[in-house]
Each structure stands twice: as C-alpha cells, then as structure tokens.
C-alpha cells in the first residue's frame, strides 16, 4: 500500500497512470485507511484533484499602430533607445469615443463561444484581470458578461496588474476543482492607453492596449494547470502607482492639474525587483516540480521589457526559440500579454506541452504557472 506514496505526483500525468493510481488509491482507503499518515492522506487527495485545462483562447488588438517613430514626433526620444532598452517597436491604441476595455474584452469571448460553438448561457463564470477598468463599479466583468449574453454567469474583476492573468488563472481553475463549476472565462484585458501620460517619456513607450482571454474546462487526460506559485509584496506600491482617483485621494480638479491620475513608475526599482522577481519564480518552479529545460516547450513570459524576459529565459536554462516574444508589436499590455501570446501562438502549442506561464507586476504581484497544453488546433 505504501507504494503508492512514490509515483511522485504530477510528474506523471498521462491518462492510464492516473487511472491505475486511483484504484490503487481506492484500495488503500477500503483495506486499511487508518494506517496512513496526516501527509500521505494530504498526497491522496491531491492526486484525485480534478485536472483543470485551458480549451479555447481569444485574443483582440485595436488597429491603430503607435509605433517609435511617431513617438519621436510627440516626445524626446528616438527609436534605437526604445528598442535598445524595452525591445518594442511599436503598440496598439484604441481609438473612439466611448470605448473601454470591456469593448476589447468583448471580441475575445465573443471569438471563444464561437470558436468551440459554445451557447453563452453555458458559462458559469467570468472574470476580468484589469487594471484600466470601464469604471470605478461596476465591475468590467459584469460589463463584458452582459454584452457577450453570459446571462447565467458571476463574475468579478481582479486586479493584479500585469500578473493579473496569472491570479485569475489559478482562481479559476480552483472554481472548477471545486466541482461547482464546469466552464470559467478568464478576460485579461488593459486600455493603457487611458492611464499613460504621452508626455512622459519614461513610462508612455511601455505600454500598449489588447486583450487576451481562455476558457477553462475540466480535463480527464491529466493536462491543465498542474502548478502554480503566486506572491505578492506592498514594497512595491511607492515604485509603481497611481496617486489619484482612489479612496485615499480622490478625483480633485488639483490631482487633475498635477497629473496624478497617470501611471507612475520608477523605472529602474522596478526593473530590478522585475528580473529577480520573474526569473526565480520560473526557477522555484521548475525545482519543485523536477522539470528540466528540455521538459520545457515553451515560456509564456509577461511582455514588460525584453530584457527582463531574456534574464528569466537564462535562469531557466531555454533557449530563444523556446520563448514567445511580441513585445515588439504590443509592448506592455499588462493583463493582456500572455493570453495575447497564447492566441498567437495557439497552432504552434501541441497536446503534451509543458508551457511555464511567468509573469511580474505592480504591486509588486509576480508568479509563474506551469500548464500542460490540452489540445491540438487543426492548421
Ligand atoms: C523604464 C525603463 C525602460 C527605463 O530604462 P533604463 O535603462 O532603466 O533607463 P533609465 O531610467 O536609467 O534612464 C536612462 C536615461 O535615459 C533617459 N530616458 C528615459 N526614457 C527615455 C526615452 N523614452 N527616450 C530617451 N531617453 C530616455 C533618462 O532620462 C536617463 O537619462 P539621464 O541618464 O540623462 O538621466 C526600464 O527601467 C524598465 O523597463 N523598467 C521596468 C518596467 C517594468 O517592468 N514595468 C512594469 C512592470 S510590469
């Protein structure tokens, strides 16, 4: 009966070991339950967790182009600098009167529904990872809900900035084990753009606008979400906020006047808790799980400076080829990124990847999630 104690769960996830597992499992408990330790039970009801995997993406980019060179014409700069320092070329705007992140945040539900011929009415739960919500309340998720016809849906937005995706990936997955809930939309969407003072040099050729969402589903093949570390640490607020327009200082013609309604960041703080942030969570992550580089497909890494990403890819051991990379046209798209890359690169991921998902954000907020690719998409 001990035997079961060493398969060393989740390195092996292959359907007929999981099922092997479980009946010896049911043996254990229906022979001899009382002999097994506080940590052996802790392992066994682990290892019936249900398996929770990402089934559809979506991904939506407005369509003007800020790219470096207008940018030249609005501020001090010049594109070697930009590209030199942060690796984006260009970003994407959305213009027009009225719209907000929840009309982003609409086209890549409305493409998941359809893409699996899913009724609306099937989704249990959506939520929306933003820091430029619609409006103070009512939340972008319900907005999104509503005009996507999610008319059996909750939903709630949650913020944790650029690693927002990430926190409402795994809170998602943990709606599913729950066995309450069977179809959960993740929305990771910014309207920077609204945010960002195009007169400050330092922070307005970050960033860009999109949205990226997933569906999740119950898996029976043992693929999904397997792990995830997720921290967060208030040291972070002083080197990247907004000042104004929250509880503590409220809309005022005097924060208007002093710009504090626009994101400020201290770069080079934040860089710095970036790359260690990032590159060790990847790193912890692969430890804890025994995964080597070559058990790697792909990083999925949050797009904020192409050098932070190349410092996480080092530590992990991958090479570029490994690494998806879109800061170039994007540039920073907080919530957006990683689900943006998943879509862009939907048909090249394969049913059995190992996908480690890492990202570092305001707050600070950082993680990295490892996901087993559930599915093949037709060419
Ligand atoms: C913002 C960032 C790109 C700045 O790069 P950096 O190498 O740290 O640059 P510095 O801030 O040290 O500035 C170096 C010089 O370039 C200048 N500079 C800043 N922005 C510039 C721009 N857009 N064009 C030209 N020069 C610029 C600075 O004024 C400074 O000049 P000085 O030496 O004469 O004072 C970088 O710090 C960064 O990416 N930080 C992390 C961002 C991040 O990850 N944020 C979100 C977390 S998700």
Redesign the pocket.
């Given at each position: 009966m001990y035997a079961i104690m060493v398969f060393g769960y989740p390195k092996f996830q292959n359907y007929d070991f999981l099922i092997a597992k479980n009946q010896i499992i049911e043996k254990a408990f229906s022979i001899n339950f009382t002999c097994l330790s506080k940590r052996q039970v802790f392992k066994i009801s682990y290892m019936q967790k249900k398996q929770v995997a990402i089934t559809a993406v979506g991904g939506y980019v407005p369509d003007y182009v800020l790219s470096n060179q207008i940018l030249e014409t609005m501020i001090d700069?010049?594109d070697e600098?930009?590209t030199t320092?942060?690796g984006v070329k260009e970003r994407r705007i959305l213009k027009g009167e009225g719209l907000g992140s929840s009309d982003m945040g609409v086209e890549t539900v409305k493409q998941i529904l359809q893409k699996r011929n899913i009724d609306p009415l099937e989704i249990d739960c959506l939520i929306c990872t933003t820091v430029t919500p619609d409006m103070v309340f009512p939340a972008t998720a319900n907005i999104i809900a509503y005009k996507t016809g999610l008319k059996n849906a909750f939903g709630f937005d949650l913020g944790a900035?650029?690693s927002g995706f990430l926190f409402g990936l795994t809170t998602a997955a943990s709606l599913i084990e729950s066995g309450r809930y069977k179809k959960v939309i993740v929305v990771g969407v910014d309207k920077m753009s609204a945010i960002v003072d195009y007169s400050d040099?330092?922070t307005c050729?970050?960033f860009g606008d999109a949205a990226g969402a997933v569906l999740l589903e119950e898996n029976t093949e043992g693929h999904g979400i397997l792990d995830s570390l997720l921290r967060v640490d208030g040291v972070g607020c002083q080197h990247?906020h907004m000042k104004a327009g929250g509880s503590v200082k409220p809309a005022s013609i005097e924060t208007v006047m002093a710009k504090e309604h626009f994101v400020y960041?201290e770069?080079?703080s934040?860089?710095k808790y970036?790359v260690k942030g990032m590159a060790d969570i990847s790193y912890e992550l692969m430890q804890k799980n025994n995964l080597t580089a070559d058990d790697i497909a792909w990083l999925v890494p949050?797009q904020?400076?192409l050098r932070?990403i190349d410092a996480t890819a080092n530590r992990m051991g991958l090479p570029a080829e490994k690494v998806m990379i879109n800061i170039q046209k994007y540039g920073?798209t907080t919530s957006a990124t990683i689900p943006l890359c998943l879509w862009e690169w939907e048909k090249q991921l394969k049913k059995g990847d190992n996908l480690i998902l890492a990202a570092?954000?305001?707050g600070f907020t950082w993680g990295a999630t490892w996901v087993k690719w559930a599915y093949n998409t037709p060419a």
């Open positions: 700069t010049n600098w930009i320092r942060t900035a650029c040099r330092t050729i970050l990247l960041q770069g080079q934040v860089f970036a949050h904020a400076n932070i920073n570092f954000g305001g």
